[in-house]
């Protein structure tokens, strides 16, 4: 069953602890109330009282700080902009069959855990530049840094697949930065309205939010926590099948 296969895989991640698994969006809200986690990951597709966006607002209604990861049977517009209207601390948008094995589930679960915003591949391959749009400012290599960075990539990460020396990428990203976010505040967090601002500017325009306050203290980006990111997963119903 899938449920049983995910808790045990992210069971074996060195930086990741499972608190439990539930079989519905009933069972899930009564975990989370009681075992606080760091993040929770949803079915798009649970089934029963509450569904995964009922779910998830019930959760952040109790836990403004958790973060929530929603995992999609195939990519959708609508849910895509509701989880983000939850505005929870971070929360992430994946589309099974398109996630990079594991490794791509737990790089989301880490940016979730470190308050950012993280889209599948498949969702951002779904993005274009429109025209007459803040993106047009940008380099391709700098829409490609952006592309990345919207999928969770440390710099690091950002650096290894673009095959570029890591004060490169540092530059790149300082560069949409400065195009995208004019003004900055020095108590957000520039990725995140980065990835907002990519989102917004891209596909169908709609307006897409997040959490865009710094995380805590101590609370670093994807691929470099040094915190154990703790989570009820996952809520799915039971089948079989894989991320």
Do not use: C
């Not at 895509?80 to 929360?91: D, F, H, R």
């Not at 951002?124 to 380099?139: I, K, S, W």
């Not at 490609?144 to 440390?154: H, N, Q, R």
């Not at 691929?223 to 009820?232: I, S, T, Y």
């Amino acid at each position: 069953l899938l449920r049983e296969m995910l808790s045990t895989v992210l069971s074996r991640h060195t930086r990741l602890r499972v608190l439990g698994a539930a079989a519905d969006g009933d069972a899930a809200l009564r975990m989370a109330s009681e075992l606080n986690p760091h993040i929770v990951l949803l079915n798009a597709d649970l089934k029963g009282r509450l569904d995964a966006m009922a779910t998830a607002r019930a959760i952040i209604s109790q836990r403004q700080d958790t973060g929530l990861v929603l995992l999609a049977s195939q990519g959708d517009r609508a849910h895509l902009a509701a989880l983000s209207a939850i505005k929870a601390a971070g929360w992430a948008y994946l589309v099974r069959g398109a996630v990079a094995g594991v490794a791509g589930l737990v790089r989301a679960i880490e940016g979730t855990a470190a308050g950012l915003v993280v889209l599948d591949p498949e969702g951002v391959d779904g993005l274009h530049t429109r025209r007459g749009t803040v993106l047009e400012l940008l380099t391709p290599r700098q829409q490609e840094v952006l592309s990345l960075m919207a999928e969770g990539f440390s710099n690091i990460g950002i650096a290894r697949a673009l095959v570029l020396e890591g004060k490169s990428v540092e530059n790149h990203i300082n560069a949409l930065f400065n195009q995208l976010l004019s003004g900055r505040d020095p108590g957000f967090h520039p990725r995140v309205k980065a990835v907002l601002t990519y989102l917004q500017e891209s596909g169908n325009g709609t307006a897409y939010q997040g959490s865009e306050k710094l995380p805590p203290s101590g609370v670093q980006g994807p691929g470099a926590l040094q915190q154990e990111a703790r989570g009820v997963a996952p809520a799915l119903p039971g089948r079989a099948g894989g991320p």
